[in-house]
């Protein structure tokens, strides 16, 4: 089972290697890592999506927890959260397709953020399965080049 894990960790050198390391020792796979610095510049939060049975997820955040440079972790599994993506993806494009292209840009609300002779690049952001249809929708066309950012979600509420 996927989960996501948020940490609330303060924004200082080597604490995204200690996370890291944390998983890697123990042999926990990392599905997504997203760190960015937040409201507070003194903070940073880690969006952490992992696989595993609820023990080994809570074995992980009690790890986390001890560790001296993170300040809260928080598991999201039976919340109620919002979750995104970003994707860049740059898709084979000749004059005669562009049309078709657009259309799936517009029902998937995409940026067109670079055109070229023979290629568009779309800008798309969204929980991962839109992301996934969206591929798989493109994919056809021929996809010349991808980059994604790692899963961010947020608690709803207070």
């Given at each position: 089972?996927?989960?996501?894990?948020?940490?609330?960790?303060?924004?200082?050198?080597?604490?995204?290697?200690?996370?890291?390391?944390?998983f890697s020792?123990?042999?926990?796979?990392?599905?997504?890592?997203?760190?960015?610095?937040?409201?507070?510049?003194?903070?940073?939060?880690?969006?952490?999506?992992?696989?595993?049975?609820?023990?080994?997820?809570?074995?992980?955040?009690?790890?986390?927890?001890?560790?001296?440079?993170?300040?809260?972790?928080?598991?999201?599994?039976?919340?109620?959260?919002?979750?995104?993506?970003?994707?860049?993806?740059?898709?084979?494009?000749?004059?005669?397709?562009?049309?078709?292209?657009?259309?799936?840009?517009?029902?998937?609300?995409c940026?067109?953020?670079?055109?070229?002779?023979?290629?568009?690049?779309?800008?798309?952001?969204?929980?991962?399965?839109?992301?996934?249809?969206?591929?798989?929708?493109?994919?056809?066309?021929?996809?010349?080049?991808?980059?994604?950012?790692?899963?961010?979600?947020?608690?709803?509420?207070?």
């Amino acid at each position: 089972m996927r989960h996501i894990v948020s940490a609330l960790v303060e924004n200082k050198p080597g604490v995204l290697a200690h996370i890291a390391g944390l998983f890697s020792a123990r042999g926990y796979n990392i599905d997504s890592l997203t760190v960015s610095e937040t409201e507070d510049a003194r903070f940073s939060r880690a969006t952490i999506v992992t696989g595993g049975e609820e023990a080994v997820i809570e074995q992980i955040r009690k790890q986390l927890e001890r560790v001296v440079d993170v300040i809260k972790v928080q598991d999201f599994a039976g919340e109620d959260f919002v979750e995104r993506d970003l994707m860049l993806i740059k898709v084979h494009a000749p004059q005669g397709r562009r049309g078709e292209i657009f259309e799936l840009a517009e029902v998937f609300k995409c940026n067109v953020v670079d055109i070229g002779p023979k290629h568009v690049m779309l800008e798309v952001s969204g929980p991962e399965n839109k992301l996934e249809a969206l591929v798989a929708l493109l994919k056809p066309y021929g996809i010349k080049e991808m980059a994604r950012t790692g899963r961010v979600a947020l608690r709803r509420g207070a």
